[in-house]
């Protein structure tokens, strides 16, 4: 069958570009769910149906066949080609804007090509309540498996205000601000 229809079986929700097939492209292959920006784009795959249980850990086998152009947490380029949120609670923290939605505590875990490693950079949005790690940079198509201890990355972000137990996770493509064509390559 289909690969969107497998992923909403599945609990997946499509958001912002994510429902736009000429923009973001989803397919199966010998790697997984490979996830491609086919121009610049914003989209997230969302999960909320998981059980609300105090995970420990995240494993996360993925790779990156092409980063956005530019693409840099160091330089306010807050773009990748894949990226994994982790959602604590439900108590909602604000956006910073009216465009984006507010949403719990998070920690979006990412595969970088000049980023800090293990690093919680701060983003333009969701300043209090979000923050992305990068957690590798493995050579373009390498497949990689990333370990995240989510309790002490928790901590090490946001201190001791989030005890709340996982309550959701996102699979997120981000090429909006990236340069040249804001296409980007990856599978997980």
Same mark, same amino acid.
């Given at each position: ?5 497998? %992923?909403? $079986?599945?609990? *997946? ?8 097939? $000429? @923009? =973001?492209? *989803?397919? $199966? &292959?010998? !790697? ?6 086919? !121009?610049?784009?914003? &989209? ?8 609300? /249980? ?8 993925? #790779? ?12 306010? =380029?807050? /773009? ?8 604590? #609670? ?12 507010? =949403?719990?505590?998070?920690?979006? %875990?990412?595969?970088? /090509? #000049?980023?800090? =490693?293990?690093?919680?950079?701060? &983003? @333009?949005?969701?300043?209090? #309540?979000? @923050?992305?790690?990068?957690v590798g940079k493995p050579a373009a198509g390498q497949t990689v498996t990333s370990r995240f201890n989510l309790q002490q990355g928790a901590r090490q972000a946001f201190g001791d205000?989030?005890? $709340?137990?996982?309550?959701?996770y996102s699979i997120q493509v981000d090429t909006s601000s990236s340069n040249g064509e804001g296409k ?5």
């Amino acid at each position: 069958g289909s690969v969107d229809a497998w %992923l909403r $079986a599945k609990g *997946f929700a499509f958001e912002r570009d994510a429902k736009d097939n $000429a @923009r =973001i492209a *989803f397919k $199966a &292959g010998p !790697r997984g769910l490979e996830v491609s920006a086919l !121009r610049q784009a914003q &989209g997230l795959l969302i999960n909320r149906t998981i059980d609300a /249980n105090a995970y420990s850990r995240v494993e996360i086998e993925w #790779g990156v066949a092409q980063h956005p152009e530019g693409a840099s947490y160091e330089n306010k =380029i807050n /773009n990748e080609a894949i990226m994994v949120q982790v959602f604590f #609670g439900s108590e909602k923290k604000p956006s910073g804007s009216l465009f984006a939605p507010d =949403i719990p505590y998070f920690v979006g %875990l990412f595969l970088c /090509n #000049g980023d800090r =490693i293990g690093h919680p950079y701060v &983003g @333009r949005y969701y300043q209090e #309540g979000g @923050r992305y790690v990068c957690v590798g940079k493995p050579a373009a198509g390498q497949t990689v498996t990333s370990r995240f201890n989510l309790q002490q990355g928790a901590r090490q972000a946001f201190g001791d205000v989030v005890s $709340a137990a996982v309550s959701g996770y996102s699979i997120q493509v981000d090429t909006s601000s990236s340069n040249g064509e804001g296409k980007s390559s990856a599978f997980i």
